[in-house]
């Protein structure tokens, strides 16, 4: 055993959590299961665990994104090793309860098989306390309809990758004002061709530019909607 | 005379410098994708385009595509005042538009299409193939060069090759649109499709759109 290696049952709380951080900062994601199960055996609540390790770890890993100081493999990394801690916590934020912020429904569209930020913004939604639907990729209006029709979210997300796949979104926003759904809805779009201006043109509510601005884009709305409602 | 194209290591990082006449009265300066040195210059040679010159910018831009109307806007003011005509060499590629509406804020013209894999194909041929092809990861000639230098090294698969089924696992073949005949590059694109866990496939496209949006360019201001 190297004499400078950390043995992570042996930090405090405090240690540990910030040791989760720069775990998660480096992809380690056996670290982090064994990080995320020492505190749960210390009594900590699977929520505290998911909002204090996991998920501000994993924002300072989307801050450095945004800054140009991390880039795509480092954050996949990251995103397994939070994957991996949120696999054993989900069950037991099921038995334990954990504020609900809303439920999202989320796709990347026809023609397009890109997943990468599709998921990260799913994971990062669940760790924000959002219930999420990952239809996968590949997603005809049909799809997106039957989802919206079936699992009744708060918000819709659509993702593309390409410039030739990205006005499938309006195919899928027309469709909804056609069938008088689209106020019913939040809808949210991103990836790495899209833009603000995009985003407007097609009639959306936002365009985000990564995980961290869509959690934060869709409590903003989320909020917004449920003042309205209670207005 | 014709233009040896520097390497393609030097095409991803810097580019191509400008090296036209002193005189560039009647001339028309093409602003192109290092990626497509090689096939402007061969295209150049084949037609006796003397009156076409060439600049190209850093291949690499396409690792940050919200960066090319930035650099295509400086090259075209550095060089608006020489030249009665400019004409950009790249396609949206992966701008959203936003080439496109610099280009429209500039004055000058573009390859229409969304990349050049599908001006290669020609853009019509491309985009009927889009529903039945769809899984397929395109190479060009010269990204079959520059694989490591554009696929390999910049998503990590050097030093995390476990990332590679997170990028590629919904891929399901490689297809190599050969620009030229090059049984060498054919070998070593079979090659990449085996690295990423993709069948193969090899499709001799030719010059495609290039050919023909440069035929336009060159004849729109013959060589005097």
Known sequence: MADDEIILADLSDDELVLQ???????????????????????????????????????????????????????????????????????????????????????????????????????????????????????????????????????????????????????????????????????????????????????????????????????????????????? | MALTPPDDATLTTTGLPLSGPSSTADRVLLIACGALAHEILALKQQNHWSHLDLQCLPANLHLWPDRIPAAVEQAVAAHRAAYDQIFIVYADCGTGGLLQA??????????????????????????????????AFYLTDFLVRQFDAFVWRPMGLDRHPELRDIYFGNYTKLVYQAQTNDPALDAKAANCAARLNLAYERRFTGYGDLATALTQVAAARAAP
């Not at chain 1, 809805?185 to 530019?209: H, K, Q």
């Open chain 1, 20 to 231: 989760m951080h720069d775990d998660l900062y480096d992809g380690l994601k056996e670290e982090i299961e064994d990080g995320v199960n020492i505190l749960i055996g210390r009594g900590w609540t699977p929520y505290d665990v998911l909002t204090k390790a996991l998920v501000a770890g994993m924002t300072i890993v989307g801050n450095d994104f945004r800054d140009g100081i991390l880039f795509v493999p480092e954050v996949l990394l990251s995103a397994n090793a939070m994957k991996s801690g949120m696999f054993i916590l989900k069950p037991l934020l099921v038995e334990t309860g954990a504020p609900r912020m809303g439920k999202m429904v989320i796709g990347t569209v026809k023609g397009d098989i890109h997943d990468i930020g599709k998921n990260l913004v799913a994971m990062m939604m669940e760790g924000a306390g959002f219930e999420v639907l990952d239809l996968g990729i590949n997603n005809s209006v049909e799809k997106y309809l039957d989802a919206l029709e079936a699992e009744k979210p708060d918000i819709l997300g659509m993702s593309a990758l390409l410039t030739t796949t990205m006005p499938y979104m309006k195919v899928v926003i027309d469709t909804m004002k056609e069938k008088g759904l689209r106020d019913d809805y939040i809808v949210l779009v991103g990836g790495a061709p899209l833009n603000e201006e995009f985003g407007r043109a097609i009639g959306a509510d936002a365009y985000c530019r990564d995980a961290a601005v869509a959690v934060e884009t869709a409590k903003a709305w989320v909020a917004r909607k449920h003042n309205q409602l209670s207005a």
């Open chain 2, 102 to 135: 610099k280009c429209a804020e500039l004055g000058v013209q573009m390859v229409e299409g969304p990349h050049c894999y599908s001006f290669f194909e020609g853009n019509a041929a491309f985009a009927a193939k889009a529903e039945d092809e769809f899984t």
